[in-house]
């Protein structure tokens, strides 16, 4: 375990260099982290996106707005496309922090929806969708890794 969280640093940076050179992002510094379903941390003890997200906002002054909750506890991987697609509307809700963040102001035109693994698409379909409901207009997508 903690090797793996030793290159928590090495993929932040990679990530804030990306950002950095991809003028799609233009100005963009927000970022809204897939949240990871409850039993992983209890399981793990961390959260690897938490912690990718939480060192993007203290060394290169990205904003984070935790938007999403994860409400179920069972694994994805374990489901194919279809599987996760008819599932897709019963993993994620809007974050009850959404009356801080309209209050306060927070809520901006255009994100950056974070993950670690994009695999058939449902999880970023699913989490697009809440976001566009709360006023988003785009949702710009970057995930660590794809699987084939």
Not at 23 to 42: A, D, Q, S, T
Not at 78 to 99: A, F
Request: proline content about 3%; some cysteine; charged content about 25%.
């Amino acid at each position: 375990m903690y090797g793996e969280r030793s290159l928590s640093y090495f993929f932040a940076d990679c990530v804030h260099k990306a950002l950095s050179e991809l003028k799609v992002f233009g100005e963009i510094n927000v970022l809204v982290p897939v949240p990871p379903r409850p039993n992983k941390i209890r399981k793990k003890g961390w959260d690897q996106i938490a912690e990718l997200v939480l060192i993007l906002q203290k060394q290169y002054g990205y904003k984070v707005l935790n938007l999403l909750e994860r409400v179920s506890t069972f694994q994805q991987k374990k489901l194919n496309r279809q599987e996760r697609i008819s599932m897709q509307d019963k993993n994620y809700i809007v974050s009850k922090k959404i009356n801080y963040y309209r209050k306060n102001k927070f809520l901006l035109k255009e994100v950056i929806l974070i993950d670690d693994v994009f695999t058939t698409g449902a999880t970023v379909e699913s989490c697009s969708k809440l976001l566009k409901e709360i006023g988003v207009n785009r949702i710009n997508v970057l995930t660590l890794f794809i699987v084939d």
